[in-house]
């Protein structure tokens, strides 16, 4: 792209914004979208034509690979306005590094860093208006690339659309978070594509988590698929496990996705002199613990709904409750996170990425 | 859709054929698609307005929830032409109750049965002209669901586009075909998607496949995902093993597709009294049986190649090659299949399907 002769960004402005169209007390999260987009080619084998456009239907053919392969990769992440009108992101290099990460496992071309930013901070600075102050609002941004190579043979594609989408988010309300402890499906396994963003695995998740919601849990914990003997990550979050005042949670594997909520949460953890034992961590241990009284929280950690208090789980018919911790870590860490994402507080790691 | 009011097949012929363009001669797989695709939409809880359309380019959201997450189901069946012209479709209703089993493991709604044989046996009388007699030639078929509702949640969509494409192929000459067995990358595991023909599990494959065609070899046999000790299937084909005179092949299980190819050669082996063991063959048995002369065949088995016999494997760097069968099981087997499909001989188990 460096090299390319056509790496000057395209920007095609709406003639008139949609945003007074949008009621921001009532969005139902990742359904409204900004009035700007990044589309960007990939072919004879480099990425062209980074452009900026109205938010729109693509045109596309039905033999696209895409469809047939899930040769799709993605991410999630957000800005935040502060009270003086500023916008910031939070940690877009880790994105930027985990959607490349993503498209080498998925056998698709990694996209430059310099057209990633210039995309990424034009388009926010375009739709800025689109970005409300206030705790929990926020601007969802979803970068993706699809396989667009028209053909229904199984082999990676010769061309790729690089795209990012931004939608306005409020507060993530997830109310009490009920959870299934995995015993017979499975989300990933050694050697496969957990640990990337890649579509197919979401898409295969939803049928174990509809029969989780059948019974009245929102959500699936997921565990090894060969002996569901170790707790590994939920659908969209990280899982931690707080066991007196120690802090659990499962290692960084070709199974589970590196969070970037995760690695802040320890981070801060660590910061604020807790324990933190990153760890494969047993079905069995966390029972226990749930038993005996040393499981004081269990929560989830993600760019959605950045931490998550669970407030029970199922693991084999049997329930576990675990009492509400008006004080515990997963308040704590949710306001550390979240001072620093308005910029309320100190940046002491230098998360805070200013975009205008 | 039984009870739909808009259940009758529209059709919207093509002005003119666009036949006289192709090269039936020079065919790339997968690559040329017919006058005439298929579409049904899914949405308010019934498949609707199912109508045959002009091939051509969909408008879609980039938000829609397939190019996220991945929900996506296909299939692959072909269709020949016999000497009199008459077509035939090889056993369809084990590619209509396969689909419909992945939809159900990517909850997506299963599609009706009356729908998609009209919606076929339409489509193929209108494009009859695109299926060449002779040999190897045939219309490859690609039914598929897409999950079509915006949003960018990770939630099953609310709507589907049910498609079909047709492409015409030409005998598949895979060459020499040299396979590594897997010993670090897997393709499924128990509690996965690995049984539905589901578009993220071919796109998880496409990194490891390149890996071992940087190295000479064209397929990758997956073994499982727990401990890589059982063989398991090859990309897009079932194997086979023939040590001695006996046929061995994986079990199906969740983490298999049941593949209508490998179903018909155990019918046909059976009743050419061969033995068959469908049982766990574990890669030291295939490679105790390659070192002492026992294992005679290896053969993928799949409706795109027909069946696809092995020259050589690698099983952790070393290499096996088998001594080429002129009269082996692969070649009897792939005759009788194609006699079958070709209408060239008695069709005792009731498979073959005419269309026109
Ligand atoms: C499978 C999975 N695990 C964990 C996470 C949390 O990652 P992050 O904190 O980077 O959003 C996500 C969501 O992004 C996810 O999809
Ligand atoms: C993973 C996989 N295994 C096996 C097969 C062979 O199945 P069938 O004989 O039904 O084409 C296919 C192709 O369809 C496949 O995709």
Chains 1, 2 share one sequence.
Request: proline share 4%; net charge negative; charged share 25%.
């Amino acid at each position: 792209m460096n090299s390319s002769t056509n790496q000057k960004l395209e920007i095609q402005k709406v003639e008139s914004s949609r945003i007074a169209e949008v009621d921001f007390n009532n969005l139902t999260f990742g359904s409204a979208f900004t009035d700007h987009m990044f589309e960007c080619d990939y072919k004879d084998g480099e990425w062209q034509n980074p452009t900026i456009k109205p938010y729109g239907p693509l045109t596309i053919s039905p033999a696209a690979k895409v469809f047939h392969y899930g040769q799709a990769v993605f991410e999630g992440m957000k800005a935040f306005k502060d009270d003086n009108g500023k916008v910031w992101l939070f940690r877009p290099e880790q994105n930027y590094l985990r959607i490349n990460k993503s498209s080498v496992r998925l056998a698709i071309p990694e996209f430059p860093r310099d057209v990633f930013f210039e995309a990424l901070t034009t388009l926010v600075k375009l739709d800025k208006e689109w970005v409300k102050p206030g705790q929990g609002n926020s601007l969802y941004i979803r970068p993706f690339v699809i396989a667009t190579q028209v053909g229904v043979s199984a082999s990676p594609s010769s061309e790729y659309k690089f795209m990012i989408l931004m939608s306005p988010a409020q507060a993530y309300y997830t109310g009490d978070v009920k959870v299934v402890i995995a015993d017979h499906y499975s989300r990933s396994a050694n050697g496969g594509v957990g640990a990337a963003k890649a579509a197919g695995n979401y898409g295969a998740q939803f049928f174990p988590t509809n029969l989780a919601r059948e019974k009245g849990f929102q959500q699936v914990i997921w565990t090894d698929a060969s002996k569901h003997e170790y707790l590994e990550e939920a659908g969209t979050m990280n899982v931690f496990f707080r066991v007196n005042d120690t802090l659990l949670t499962a290692p960084i594997s070709d199974r589970i996705l590196d969070g970037v909520t995760r690695k802040s949460v320890i981070a801060l953890a660590k910061n604020d002199n807790i324990a933190v034992e990153e760890r494969p961590v047993s079905v069995a241990e966390i029972v226990e613990a749930a038993k005996n009284g040393s499981l004081k929280e269990i929560f989830g950690a993600g760019t959605a709904a950045v931490i998550s208090p669970v407030s029970a789980f199922s693991y084999q018919e049997t329930i576990y409750e675990l009492e509400k911790q008006e004080d515990g870590f997963a308040t704590r860490f949710k306001k550390e996170l979240m001072d620093i994402q308005y910029n309320r507080s100190e940046d002491p790691f230098g998360w805070r990425y200013e975009v205008v």
